[in-house]
C-alpha cells in the first residue's frame, strides 16, 4: 500500500495541476483527493513539488543491443526511461545484427523479459540489414507483433523498394517510420546549415534534406494507401509539408518531434559542445517555434 500525498497531478480532465493525494493498492489507485487519511501500514512517499502522470510510451527508443552496447544497452536504457516516466518503449532496429527478421526480433524480446521492468517492444527493418535493396522478412516479424517497419538511422533510399514494401506490409495493417534525409545532401555532419555552420567554418546539413524526402514518403505511402509515420521532424518547411499533406486528407500521415528540436538551436553548439551533436541536428529558432506550433496543433 502506497500513499502519495501532495503530488501535482497532470490530468487530461484539467488544463492545470492539481495538487492531490493519491492511494494506490496493490498497484492499482484506490483513491485520489485532498489530504486523504493514512492507512494503516502504507508507505508515505510526500511528493511535494513533483508532478504525477500517467505512464508515458516512447515508441522512438534506442537501446543498441545486440551489436553496440557501448552505447546502450536494454538495461540501461529502459532503466533511464523508467526515471523519466516511461513505461513502455519501441525500440528502434538499428542493432547489430539488425532486426530484419523474425529471429533477430525474437532474440530481442526474449533478452527484454529479464533485462527491463517494462514492456520493450521492437519495430522492424523495412530491409535487410538497412541496405535499402531488399526487403527484410516482413511476414515473419509481423508474426512476433511487430506493427511498425522503419529502416530508422538510414533513409530506405530506392523509392521503387519502398513503394513495394508500403504495398506489402499495408495489407497486414503494418505502418512505416520514416528517418527523412537526402544521405548526399546531409552527408555525416551533425550541424545545421547556416548562419553558426559558416561561422565556424563547419560543412552543415541542409534542411531542405529532410524536407525532400518527407515529401517523397508521404506521395508513395498516399500511392500505397499506407500510413507513414515522419520521425523527428526538425526544419519550419518539413512541418509545414506534413500540415499541408494533412489538410488534403487523402493520405495517413503523422509525426513525432523530439524534445531537444523543441528547446535547443544550432547556436547551443558554438563552443563545440558535443551534447549538441546529433542527427537530424538542431537547427534555428525560427525552426523550433514552428515544430512548436505543429506539436500544440
Same mark, same amino acid.
Given at each position: 500500500?502506497?500513499?502519495?500525498?501532495?503530488?501535482?497531478?497532470?490530468?487530461?480532465?484539467?488544463?492545470?495541476?492539481?495538487?492531490?493525494?493519491?492511494?494506490?493498492?496493490?498497484?492499482?489507485?484506490? #483513491?485520489?483527493?485532498?489530504?486523504?487519511?493514512?492507512?494503516?501500514?502504507?508507505?508515505?512517499?510526500?511528493?511535494?513539488?513533483?508532478?504525477?502522470?500517467?505512464?508515458?510510451?516512447?515508441?522512438?527508443?534506442?537501446?543498441?543491443? +545486440?551489436?553496440?552496447?557501448?552505447?546502450?544497452?536494454?538495461?540501461?536504457?529502459?532503466?533511464?526511461?523508467?526515471?523519466?516516466?516511461?513505461?513502455?518503449?519501441?525500440?528502434?532496429?538499428?542493432?547489430?545484427?539488425?532486426?530484419?527478421?523474425?529471429?533477430?526480433?525474437?532474440?530481442?524480446?526474449?533478452?527484454?523479459?529479464?533485462?527491463?521492468?517494462?514492456?520493450?517492444?521492437?519495430?522492424? &527493418?523495412?530491409?535487410?540489414?538497412?541496405?535499402?535493396?531488399?526487403?527484410?522478412?516482413?511476414?515473419?516479424?509481423?508474426?512476433?507483433?511487430?506493427?511498425?517497419?522503419?529502416?530508422?538511422?538510414?533513409?530506405?533510399?530506392? +523509392?521503387?523498394?519502398?513503394?513495394?514494401?508500403?504495398?506489402?506490409?499495408?495489407?497486414?495493417?503494418?505502418?512505416?517510420?520514416?528517418? &527523412?534525409?537526402?544521405?548526399?545532401?546531409?552527408?555525416?555532419?551533425?550541424?545545421?546549415?547556416?548562419?553558426?555552420?559558416?561561422?565556424?567554418?563547419?560543412?552543415?546539413?541542409?534542411? &531542405?534534406?529532410?524536407?525532400?524526402?518527407?515529401?517523397?514518403?508521404?506521395?508513395?505511402?498516399?500511392?500505397?494507401?499506407?500510413?507513414?509515420?515522419?520521425?523527428?521532424?526538425?526544419?519550419?518547411?518539413?512541418?509545414?509539408?506534413?500540415?499541408?499533406?494533412?489538410?488534403?486528407? #487523402?493520405?495517413?500521415?503523422?509525426?513525432?518531434?523530439?524534445?531537444?528540436?523543441?528547446?535547443?538551436? #544550432?547556436?547551443?553548439?558554438?563552443?563545440?559542445?558535443?551534447?549538441?551533436?546529433?542527427?537530424?541536428?538542431?537547427?534555428?529558432?525560427? #525552426?523550433?517555434?514552428?515544430?512548436?506550433?505543429?506539436?500544440?496543433?
Amino acid at each position: 500500500m502506497l500513499l502519495l500525498q501532495n503530488a501535482r497531478i497532470a490530468s487530461e480532465n484539467s488544463p492545470m495541476l492539481v495538487e492531490s493525494d493519491v492511494l494506490i493498492v496493490e498497484g492499482i489507485i484506490q #483513491d485520489i483527493g485532498k489530504s486523504l487519511a493514512i492507512p494503516e501500514g502504507a508507505r508515505v512517499i510526500d511528493a511535494r513539488g513533483r508532478v504525477l502522470m500517467p505512464g508515458m510510451f516512447d515508441a522512438h527508443v534506442h537501446f543498441r543491443a +545486440p551489436g553496440f552496447e557501448n552505447k546502450e544497452t536494454i538495461t540501461t536504457g529502459s532503466e533511464a526511461a523508467i526515471n523519466g516516466g516511461i513505461t513502455g518503449v519501441v525500440m528502434m532496429p538499428n542493432t547489430r545484427p539488425a532486426l530484419d527478421s523474425a529471429t533477430a526480433v525474437a532474440t530481442v524480446l526474449e533478452n527484454a523479459k529479464d533485462r527491463s521492468r517494462i514492456p520493450v517492444y521492437t519495430s522492424g &527493418c523495412v530491409t535487410k540489414n538497412r541496405e535499402g535493396k531488399e526487403l527484410a522478412e516482413i511476414e515473419g516479424m509481423r508474426g512476433l507483433g511487430v506493427k511498425m517497419l522503419t529502416d530508422d538511422g538510414d533513409t530506405t533510399n530506392d +523509392p521503387a523498394v519502398l513503394l513495394r514494401a508500403m504495398q506489402y506490409a499495408t495489407e497486414f495493417g503494418m505502418f512505416f517510420a520514416s528517418h &527523412c534525409e537526402v544521405p548526399e545532401l546531409a552527408g555525416p555532419r551533425a550541424l545545421n546549415e547556416g548562419v553558426m555552420s559558416y561561422r565556424l567554418g563547419i560543412k552543415g546539413s541542409p534542411a &531542405c534534406a529532410e524536407e525532400i524526402i518527407i515529401d517523397r514518403d508521404i506521395r508513395l505511402a498516399r500511392a500505397a494507401g499506407a500510413h507513414v509515420h515522419i520521425q523527428h521532424v526538425s526544419s519550419r518547411l518539413g512541418m509545414e509539408t506534413i500540415r499541408w499533406w494533412k489538410s488534403r486528407g #487523402d493520405v495517413k500521415v503523422t509525426a513525432e518531434v523530439a524534445p531537444h528540436h523543441l528547446l535547443f538551436t #544550432d547556436e547551443h553548439i558554438g563552443d563545440y559542445d558535443t551534447n549538441y551533436k546529433m542527427n537530424p541536428p538542431l537547427r534555428t529558432q525560427a #525552426d523550433c517555434d514552428a515544430l512548436l506550433e505543429g506539436l500544440i496543433e
